[in-house]
């Protein structure tokens, strides 16, 4: 089945051609860094991780590059509030981002470049731009001339005219046109600057991915990634301006990701509605909160809610369960080549169909949520025909690692197991299980003092108990 990926320009699924044969190229909007990383943030980064992950396992050479936005307004407002060097405020914020990909297990890109590294490519292409009628100063300023793109809106679906009589788009004093966007910006005297040769300055939002993605991918994109706030104007933008320069198409396959909400609301910065990544990650494993975000297809709009998050760790702990479970039969048999069985047959079976449905849906736009369907669909099976079958499944060491051969594939292309697939669970030592079934007397006696004495105990001795509605787990720490 044929990879067939949904793209925001054509509006429509299409079956996915590379630009170069087998070299790819993925260019995702980074961060503004002028704050810390929100969950809303990591949807698109989990996102794009994950897309990668699945074309690399097709076979595909990928380059996959994500921008840090690191001159900016808000970083300069940031760093005026603070009294620092706006450079200060962005590195931090990058740092902080390195922290929360590696634990989300996200796979360093290709390459970061950064808009204050590329100054040189920004003022070529803005230069270019200017030579072909494109663009013009005005004032100090480079403004891209909207209306002689005779695309304009074609990304985002906006008529020009409905753009000025509806938008809301500041006019500049300079401009010829209040739709016409800067490609460069005047630095106040006590603002960071470059010299240019329109004056000292700095580059506008949209100029710098146009520069730095084509710098490295070429004019002509395979895909171009980032949440559909992007869409306009920064992604209209990009658009125009880049296929203004090269008179080629600029991307292939648009990709945007949908929005976490809360309360209903979209997750931002200027809303004040989001959970900063370092408050989640203080109480969640990076591995579940990349479970959460995988759970639904990455364009649709999902609600953020701890009981979502709860629902995804609890889904999460069921699967590593299962994949310690598959390990402890496997460790039990040692060297002995196992039976066959056609219970074992049976599981091979569920195997295959698991197998199958996992990769129609990753074939279908990257469809993540449904390949995690699949891999409950098996795991599900895998535990009803041990009820059933019991040493009959347990002891076919081919259908058992068939199964875990399996789901370690279905992790090279999901990213769910940083440390690989999970081993058997360690044994509990006695006069720790003799600490937790005196723990749950007293629970049941209502004599809580001692139960939390009890418990406090077993912490000590590197385990944690987690009452759940299931029961008791106890696990190392």
Known sequence: MPLRV???????????????????????????VQDKPHIGHMLAFVSGDMIRRYLEYKGYNVKYVQNFTDIDDKILAKAKEEDVDYREVAERNVKAYFEVAKRLHIKPATLYPRATEHIKEILDLIGLLVEKGYAYESGGDVYFKVRQFKNYGQLSKRNIDDLMSGARIAV????EDPLDFALWKGAKDDEPGWDSQWGRGRPGWHIECSAMSMKYLGNTLDFHG???DLIFPHHENELAQSEA??????????????????????????????FA????????????????LLSTHFRKQAEYSRDRLEDAKRGYERLVLACRSIAEHLGKLGDSGGISSPAGQALKDTIDAATAKFFASMDDDFNSAGAIGSVFDLVKNYYKLVEEKG?????????LENLRDAIIVFDRVLGLF????????ERIPREV??????RQQARKARDFKKADTLRDQVDQMGYVIEDRPDGQRIRKK
């Not at 630009?19 to 503004?32: A, E, L, P, S, W």
């Not at 040493?391 to 259908?399: F, M």
């Not at 299980?433 to 005196?438: D, I, P």
């Open 433 to 438: 299980l003799a600490l937790v079934e005196a």
């Open 172 to 175: 500049g004093v300079e401009k």
């Open 418 to 425: 940083p440390d690989g697939f999970p081993p058997p669970e």
């Open 245 to 274: 320069a090269t008179g080629v198409s600029f991307v292939q396959y648009w990709l945007h990701n949908g929005l976490l909400n809360l309360r209903g609301e979209k997750m931002s910065k200027s809303t004040g509605h989001f």
């Open 391 to 399: 040493s009959a499944v347990t002891q076919d060491r081919s259908a």
């Open 6 to 32: 949904y793209d925001t320009l054509r509006a429509k699924k299409v079956e996915f051609k590379p630009v170069n044969d087998n070299n790819i190229g993925i260019y995702f909007c980074g961060m503004t």
């Open 277 to 292: 990544m370092e408050d989640v990650l203080s109480e969640y494993e990076g591995a579940v909160v990349r479970f959460y």
């Open 226 to 228: 980032g949440g559909e």
